[in-house]
Nanobody, 116 residues
Framework: QVQLVESGGGLVQAGGSLRLSCAAS????????MGWYRQAPGKQRELVAS???????TYADSVKGQFTVSRDNAKNTVYLQMSSLKPEDTAVYYC??????????WGQGTQVTVSS
């Protein structure tokens, strides 16, 4: 089992920045990719960014050049640096971890609200 705990959400004005963190515990040796999804009201959960243990990153087209995902394997922590935030970035952000056999784990979610 893997447990994920997110931190760093909050309220920010448009154009501002936030950094989300997600610390994994438990059977962390089973984790390959870690990343972030988000779900806005009335919308489906969508991938924001992910990073493999080896450092390969994937980004949603909507956040390329705006968000940066990074990972500290020694601390079993993944980060999401969000810059130039827009009101449309408002959502609950969920940390995700994917094991080597494809099992997915989720954090409890952290609210990010961008005011105009």
């Amino acid at each position: 089992q893997v447990q994920l705990v997110e931190s760093g959400g909050g309220l920010v004005q448009a154009g501002g920045s936030l950094r989300l963190s997600c610390a994994a515990s438990g059977s962390t040796y089973t984790i390959n990719a870690m990343g972030w999804y988000r779900q806005a009201p009335g919308k489906q959960r969508e991938l924001v960014a992910s990073i493999t243990r080896g450092g390969t990153t994937t980004y949603a087209d909507s956040v390329k050049g705006q968000f940066t995902v990074s990972r500290d394997n020694a601390k079993n922590t993944v980060y999401l640096q969000m810059s130039s935030l827009k009101p449309e970035d408002t959502a609950v952000y969920y940390c995700n971890a994917l094991s080597l056999v494809g099992r997915a784990y989720w954090g409890q979610g952290t609210q990010v609200t961008v005011s105009s």
